[in-house]
């Protein structure tokens, strides 16, 4: 594979003690031992550190660390180079304009990456992991990830597709090859035992993901209820701090209102939202319409209502209805509380009780946080793609049809866990029966 010399800035652009430049691809010692006062030569190492000056022609461009890696024995799988310099942009950047001089091109968004995975140095869901670990906003998010990241989530993936290419393997066997008799028979039973089977594992996988991407991504939280039932108030209690306004005024937050906070190691994007009303003035009837939208986009609703209010709004109650909703009754302070209803109290920061029920409604166990799972967005939209082609293999197994046009849906189910794996899905499948039987002997 031709793989051109290319070079970055893997830090922030930004002053500090240090900055790192890489470069990757073919000849890249050269390109390097042209600007570089001491020559890189990997004879018998896989990587070896230098000390020494980058330059342009004579002109020292500052005293760095080199770390040198030989083919495949770096992150790319090729012969790389990273350039520990001092922390100056303007250092960073003549470093990379030498290189570049010499023969790199500037890298684009996460060519590093895409190379080491072109090469087989890592597959897709450990290239996501990557991203997903430099995102990360809490320590548990992180750990999550990290997991992913050094390989641990593959078998979870590996294991489907091998169960998945098992059946399929039998199943294209006798389609193509009826005159072995020492072949086992695939009976409708034994597909739908079979299929079933991996469909509970991939239902398991699924839900575990969804799961630890709620730790991973966190939640949309929009609060909602009547006006002046004290959601802004509720808002401000949770992030400690004035952010949105308050007044005994109903109707006085028009725009939702932001704010993030971390619940249990759980990223909460919480979203005060205009109290929902009948209303005439032009700016609050935008306001609810955005309320709305809010209540839309939220994977979780606190519907707050006023414990003094003795009416229920029919109207906020249809529009959540299809949520996660977790119900408070706000300004317990003014009542007695003798039932066992979620109480709180926005005004005196009373609201643990709620931060308690938003964990218990979320359902997470220790396993959650600790085993690695398939929590990418992408990584779950395929598992779930898959497990709809294997219950219609399921239907069509039971309505009767012929094996040719079950195994087509069979590969197409295949072909998801290939993409997940980033793996090319129009390969001959061949070589996977050839695994499994001595076709041919
Ligand atoms: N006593 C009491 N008053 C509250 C509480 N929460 C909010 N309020 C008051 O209720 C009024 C409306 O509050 P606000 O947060 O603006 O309600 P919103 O319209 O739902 O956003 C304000 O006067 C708040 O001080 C509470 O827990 N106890
Ligand atoms: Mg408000």
Known sequence: MNQEPIVALATAPLKSALAIVRCSGDGIFDIVNKCFSKKIKLINEKN?????????????????????????????????????????VLIANEIIEVLIKNGCRYAVNGEFSNRAFLNNKINLIEA???????????????????????????????????????????????????????????????????????????????SNGEKGKIIKDGLKVAIVGKPNAGKSSLLNAFLKQNKAIVTSVAGTTRDVVEGEI????????????????ESENLIEKEGIKKSKQAINEADLVIYVVDVTDKDEDLDILENIKDKIVVKVYNKSDLVKKDDDKLYISALTNDIDPLKDEIIKKLNLSKENYQNPSINNARELGLLKKCYDYLNLVLQEN???????????????????????????????????IFKRFCVGK
């Open 48 to 88: 070896k550190i230098y000390y020494g000056y980058i330059k342009n022609s004579k002109e020292i461009i500052d005293q760095v660390i080199l770390l040198a890696y030989k083919s495949p024995f770096s992150f790319t799988g090729e012969d790389s180079v990273e350039i520990i310099c001092h922390g100056s």
């Open 262 to 277: 971390i619940l249990n190691g759980i990223y909460l994007k919480l979203l005060d939202t205009a109290g929902i009303r």
């Open 128 to 206: 996501e992991a990557i991203n997903d670990v430099i995102n990360s906003v809490s320590k548990e998010s992180k750990n999550l990830s990290m997991l992913s990241l050094i390989g641990k989530s593959n078998d979870l993936v590996i294991n489907i597709k091998n169960k998945i290419a098992d059946i399929m393997s039998l199943i294209e066997v006798n389609i193509d090859y009826p005159e072995y008799n020492d072949i086992e028979n695939v009976t409708k039973e034994k597909i739908e035992t079979d299929i079933s089977d991996i469909c509970q594992n991939l239902k398991q996988t699924i």
């Open 398 to 432: 039971n309505d009767g049809l012929s094996l040719d046009l079950i195994s087509i849906d069979l590969k197409n189910a295949y072909n998801c866990i290939l993409e997940i794996l980033g793996e090319e899905t129009d390969l001959d499948f061949t070589k996977e």
